[in-house]
Structures are given as C-alpha cells and as structure tokens.
C-alpha cells in the first residue's frame, strides 16, 4: 500500500469517515492519488473511485469566490461597500463592512444562521442578512461566517452580470481545468452526505426557529448546505462538487507568486490567519500542520479540504464524506493534520 492507501485505510478502519479520496500535487502534475471506501453505504452501497465527485462544502468559498475575486480584480473594489450594488444595505446595522471584511471573515456577521426559516431564495436571503443583528463591529473580529460568503456570492453575480455557476465555469472551471460543477444530480459518481438534514434540524431548534421543509432522505447528488440548497444549489458559501483532480486544478493556479497578496494574512492582529477566502496556518481552527507560514487552505463541514504550500509547490487534497449517513463526533481537524503531517513529513 502507498502511504495514502494506508492513511485512508487507517482512518475509514477508526471511523472517521466511510471512504475518500487522497491527492498530492503540484504545478506539474500529480504525484499521489489514492481512493478508499464508500461513496454511498445508504441506501445501497457504492465504493469510492478516485473519480467521485465531493460535495466541498465550503472550498467553494476560495475555489469559486476567491478565483472569481482574481478574474475580476482591479475591476472590483474590495474597499466599497455592498451598498455599491444593493441599495437596501445602504440602511443596515453593518455600518463600515467592505467587501474585503467579508471575504476575510471580518465584517460582524454571526457564524450562522438559518436564512431558509425567515424566506427562501436569494432576495429574501439579502432582507434577513441585512436585519441580523451583528456580532461584533467590522474588523473587530474574526467570525467565520457562511453568511458572509452567501452574500458575497450575491455581490459577484451583479459585478460580473452572470450566475455564479455561469460565471465560474467560464472563468474559473474551463481556464484549469476542471470539470468541477454545481448541481451534479444523484448518480453512482456522486458521494453522498447526511441523512435526513439532522445537523441543521438542531441548530435550527436550538436557535428558537422553525421551519417545516427540512429533508428526510439521503442528501445525495445536491448540496449539503441547507442555506445553499433553498438558494437553488448554486451559492458561493457552499455547493460546488468535484473530484480530487478537479480539486488540484483548482488550486494549482494559487501557487503562482502573483496571488501572493490575495492569500498573505490579512487579520494579523486578530485570532486567526486570513487571506481573501483563504485560511492561514495560525489560529486554532486551522489545519495546517508541518507547513511554513505562507501555506493556505480551507477546509469543508462534508469532510473536504485543500492546503498549498508556494513555497514548496505542493497542493494536498482531502476529499472524504465524514457525515454521511450521519455526523460522526470526532475531531475532524485532527483526521486532516494527520494527513498534511503525512505529506509534509
């Protein structure tokens, strides 16, 4: 077995996760792949190959929203405020925020919530997220948000007059690559995720809300993310699917040195490292691990992650579905660690 065949073996036999897919790459091309598992244990079981497409869950954030940012920059002001392109944030709460704010985590949106139970789709989504009471001033602090990215997605759509779908795979997707898609649709290819919405049912009740549409069967061939899901599939928070490979392809324009500035820390002086939709390795919640400062990555609540290291023109991919058929109470970042230590070793 190579030494990914034996991490993933190593992790499916402890639980972490039922099956995934591990990759190693560069500017060049790549170097380690290995695949692992099931894609689907419910209602029928499906083994992993190293072409099943991942729900990324939140590496769409960087992969979408973040390479957008670059194929629209210097066009797009990070400094202007959301007002520039939706008047009804001209009057919020949220006095100072920028674009660059939400995209570094900084704006005082809270962590989550669940816009679905107060209107769903787009236009209800922008009224609820301008009426949430803020969590902290802009810049005050880094709050990893969703909602900062739901929004986000809204502003990239009106910059670049096209739906985000649209919009990434003529600028993004077709340009690396990458056959990388939202709304792949249930097929054998297609690992799947929760059964049932649970993890969103209790957050939802715990926040003293309702709502009366929640999912009952297999998440499976749509996103996760049931902010995403009730927007049409298509968010720049969530919903992106891909294989390892589409991962790389990805990533492998970020190690060019002239996006250095989009992924230095921005937050220096706050609780955790943040680039422009990128995680740095400082901070708690990141997953770094035996890299040098400049490397970046994200990571996705599915099980997903991608880290690059500039320095060493390394990408490492880590695509599993951790919660399917359900949420397992593990220390997930953990799992990853154990995987970049591995290949950075």
């Known amino acids: 077995m190579t030494r990914l065949e034996e991490l993933l073996a190593g992790e499916i036999e402890k639980g972490s996760f039922p099956g995934g897919v591990a990759l190693v790459g560069g500017v060049e091309g790549v170097t380690d792949l290995a695949a692992a598992g099931f894609a689907v244990r419910d209602p029928e079981e499906i083994a992993v190959s190293v072409d099943t497409l991942y729900d990324l869950a939140s590496l769409t954030k960087p992969l979408v929203c973040g390479a957008l940012v670059a194929a629209a920059l210097p066009a797009l002001d990070l400094k202007s405020s959301p007002a520039r392109y939706l008047p009804e944030w001209k009057a919020t709460r949220y006095d100072g ?105 209790r957050m939802t009740a715990e926040m003293g809300l309702s709502y009366p549409r929640f999912r009952d069967g297999v998440v499976w061939g749509e996103v996760h993310d049931g902010n995403a899901f009730r927007r049409g599939g298509v968010a720049g928070n969530a919903g992106l699917f891909a294989s390892a490979r589409d991962v790389w392809s990805l990533a492998r324009p970020w190690l060019d040195p002239a996006r250095a500035e989009m992924t230095r820390d921005r937050t220096g002086e706050l609780s955790e490292a943040r680039g422009l939709a990128w995680q740095g390795g400082r901070g708690a919640g990141s997953a770094a691990a035996s890299m040098p400062a400049s490397a970046f990555g994200h990571t996705g609540f599915t099980g997903t992650s991608v880290w690059v290291d500039p320095e ?17 109470p593990i220390d997930f970042n953990g799992v990853r660690k154990r995987f970049h230590e591995a290949v950075w070793s």
Request: net charge neutral; proline share 7%.
């Open 97 to 201: 925020i920028t674009l660059e704010s939400l995209l570094t985590h900084t704006s005082g949106l809270p962590a989550w919530y669940p816009l679905y139970a107060r209107g769903e789709g787009a236009a209800a989504y922008r009224r609820t997220l301008g009426s949430i009471e803020p969590e902290a001033k802009p810049g005050e602090r880094v709050i990893y948000s969703d909602l900062n990215f739901l929004l986000f997605g809204d502003l990239l759509e009106l910059h670049l007059s096209a739906p985000l779908d649209t919009a990434f795979a003529k600028l993004v997707g077709q340009p690396a690559g990458s056959a990388a898609a939202f709304l792949p649709g249930r097929s054998p290819r297609v690992a799947a995720t929760e059964r049932g919405d649970v993890t969103e049912r």
């Open 312 to 328: 060493a023109g390394r990408i490492a991919v880590l695509l599993t579905n951790r919660i399917h058929p359900q949420a397992r």
